[in-house]
């Protein structure tokens, strides 16, 4: 089972323009494993899918269960990768969670730890430099896909330390 969810980084409205700048991101986390990674979400469906293939193509051919919430966005995005895997001739199939339950995802957590380890990246730059790093900004970019490799790469392991 892989669960998938968005997440969002936003800053401050600069001045004389109404929207603040933010950047996308999907988390997937791999259910009864325990480690789950994150890619950055560029507007190109099939450059996500194609990542979130690549990540479960070692899973052999089980039948793969996508658990996502009801957004649009994610939906699109599970019932691409679905395709895809199908193409493939493998088995897998959605799972969407009830409306108002988004805590019963298990990428909440995972989106709250990545939005807030790269937040922290891209406040050492900013207390060194004393300039506001953009979330639209290649920084927050590095800081994102940095993020998720250290969460990924340091992560504990369940059981007694070896």
Same mark, same amino acid.
């Given at each position: +089972? ?9 800053? *401050? ?6 929207? %603040?700048? $933010?950047?996308?991101?999907?988390? %997937?986390?791999?259910? @009864? ?10 507007? =190109? ?28 966005? $994610?939906? !699109?995005?599970? @019932?691409?990768?679905? $395709? #895809? =895997?199908?193409? +493939?001739?493998?088995?897998? !199939? &959605?799972?969407? /969670? ?9 990428? *909440? ?6 939005? =807030?380890?790269?937040?922290?990246? +891209? !406040? ?6 004393? /300039?506001?790093?953009?979330? #639209?900004? &290649? ?6 896909? !940095? ?13 007694? %330390?070896?």
């Amino acid at each position: +089972m892989v669960h998938i969810d968005f997440g969002y980084i936003t800053g *401050e409205p600069q001045s004389g323009d109404e929207n %603040a700048p $933010s950047t996308t991101f999907l988390c %997937a986390l791999k259910a @009864k494993q325990g480690g789950w990674w994150q890619s950055q979400f560029q507007a =190109r469906t099939k450059y996500v899918v194609q990542q979130l293939v690549n990540a479960t193509a070692g899973y052999g051919d089980i039948n793969l269960l996508i658990r996502t919430d009801q957004e649009p966005a $994610s939906q !699109h995005i599970a @019932k691409t990768w679905q $395709s #895809s =895997r199908a193409a +493939m001739k493998l088995k897998s !199939h &959605i799972q969407l /969670v009830a409306v108002g339950q988004h805590q019963g995802l298990l990428p *909440e957590r995972c989106v709250q730890t990545v939005r =807030r380890q790269t937040l922290c990246l +891209m !406040h050492e730059p900013e207390a060194r430099t004393g /300039v506001t790093v953009s979330p #639209s900004s &290649i920084l927050c970019t590095w800081a994102l896909r !940095h993020a998720g490799w250290l969460l990924n790469r340091f992560q504990p392991a369940s059981g007694p %330390a070896s």
